[in-house]
């Protein structure tokens, strides 16, 4: 990475602040560019869902993994339901969507309740583990909420073998021009799973990320408190590929001598650890233990902590200086926050960084946690929060006495409740991986690039004023 000439400002950057130069290249298709990750998470592309409650659950989880990122699930998960967790997202198809099943009996109002649960928005419905009918969201308008799903399931549904590969998938559906998906069996006649027509289609682009056994990837998170080389190894026993400890503020004792504990225990996966703004900080997590450092202090979208505190650092510089330092001690980082575009993608891999971390912009998707609601106007939308909010705080404190979930409650540094719309175009966070490879993919061809490591040593930039950033804005409705 280098700048133009002259663009070398004495201030620090954000992604706003900035434009890449295009290169002469030979880079002709977007389908040339390999996004995969060299920092031994087994990423395919450079996608990682930060931990936070409101957005890391298993749907998220397993939907993530099979387009080839990865999923940090969050520190305040207890064991046992983090070990279930795990275990799903294992199970889970490469290839097909892990359906919302019910059976003849239930009700529309019980379909209703969980069709947003998944962006395909249809429930199968079952008998024992065979599928006898589909029922979408359209089939449930102006019908009575107390009618049963066999008077209204479609039985005459797509219906393919498992085994069968995703352009015949693609085919069976073009060829039934009334359906939305089809439903995948195993030999015995038992539910697989389903496809869209571009989930098919995605199949094809996306490789999964996959440990070695062949089954979907998936993180997970712990904090600084307590025993946390016992809850490290309870973690990576019940399957967890990635291990990431994680702090507000990284750079401190207490984080150094967790993450030298658990480093201790050679545990077999990355051990990622942040999160910190300098280089200084970089060495000290690299030396005590880190594979990968997590950068980022106040750039989140649910995050307070630099109006409150004045502490943090411009999200640009950061994660450039930060992998600089990273690279010369052979570890790696992720650019955790700030992230609002896909050109901000692009822009923290130019810098260096190996995976980009991405929270609030997930939360509003089909496949996060929380429930769909509706406002006065007819906008879709879910509810998120910071993890260092009151609200999070509260759920982290519940064990403790009255009076000392009293006194932590005083001090907040994150939004404790936020509407995160969920974009007509783009509900599921399929879409927005999408969306965010698509610009990523461009980015290297422009610069000239087909890997990441690529993009990083080819990429020259500019600084931009303000005007110049509001120019590169879309006009949707003209001027």
């Not at 939907?63 to 064991?79: F, H, K, Y």
């Amino acid at each position: 990475m280098q700048f133009l000439p002259g663009h070398t400002p004495p201030y620090d950057l954000t992604y706003d602040d900035l434009f890449l130069v295009p290169h002469r290249t030979d880079v002709s298709s977007r389908f040339d560019v390999d996004l995969s990750t060299t920092d031994g998470t087994g990423t395919t592309i450079p996608i990682v869902v930060a931990n936070m409650t409101a957005v890391a659950g298993r749907r998220m989880a397993e939907t993530v993994a099979r387009r080839g990122g990865i999923v940090v699930l969050p520190q305040d998960l207890p064991i046992p339901a983090a070990a279930d967790t795990i275990a799903f997202v294992k199970s889970r198809s490469l290839t097909a969507d892990t359906p919302v099943t019910l059976g003849p009996d239930h009700s529309v109002s019980d379909a209703l309740a969980l069709i947003h649960k998944r962006a395909h928005r249809a429930v199968v419905v079952i008998e024992g583990d065979k599928p006898v009918g589909v029922v979408t969201e359209a089939a449930c308008a102006d019908v009575d909420r107390f009618a049963r799903l066999r008077t209204i399931a479609d039985a005459d549904f797509v219906c393919a073998q498992a085994t069968a590969s995703p352009r015949e998938i693609f085919d069976l559906l073009e060829s039934a021009h009334h359906a939305t998906l089809a439903v995948l069996v195993h030999a015995d006649g038992s539910l697989a799973g389903v496809m869209t027509r571009t989930g098919t289609v995605r199949a094809d682009i996306y490789t999964p990320a996959v440990d070695g056994a062949g089954a979907l990837r998936v993180a997970a998170a712990v904090g600084v408190n307590g025993d946390i080389p016992a809850k490290a190894k309870a973690l990576v026993d019940a399957g967890a590929d990635v291990l990431v400890i994680d702090t507000a503020h990284g750079h401190q004792v207490k984080m150094l001598e967790a993450l030298r504990a658990v480093a201790d225990l050679k545990l077999g996966v990355p051990l990622v650890a942040g999160n910190v703004v300098s280089a200084a900080g970089t060495r000290d997590l690299a030396e005590a233990g880190a594979d990968i450092i997590k950068v980022g202090v106040g750039p989140g979208a649910m995050c307070t902590t630099r109006m409150m505190t004045g502490v943090g650092r411009p999200q640009f510089s950061a994660v450039a200086e930060c992998a600089a330092a990273a690279k010369d001690l052979g570890v790696h980082i992720w650019a955790d926050g700030g992230v609002r575009h896909p050109r901000d993608v692009a822009l923290a891999l130019a810098a260096g960084a190996s995976n980009v971390m991405i929270g609030s912009w997930f939360a509003g998707t089909y496949e996060s946690p929380g429930d769909l609601r509706v406002d006065r106007d007819g906008n879709a939308y879910k509810e998120s929060f910071g993890m260092a909010s009151k609200r999070a705080v509260a759920a982290r404190t519940a064990a403790d006495s009255g009076f000392d979930r009293a006194r932590k409650a005083l001090f907040e540094e994150g939004i404790s409740t936020s509407r995160m719309r969920l974009d007509p175009e783009r509900p599921g966070v399929e879409d927005l991986i999408d969306h965010i490879c698509s610009g990523v993919r461009s980015a290297c061809t422009y610069a000239g690039a087909r890997t990441l490591t690529e993009l990083h040593d080819n990429a020259v930039l500019g600084v931009q004023s303000a005007a110049g950033f509001a120019e590169g804005r879309p006009l949707p409705s003209g001027w």
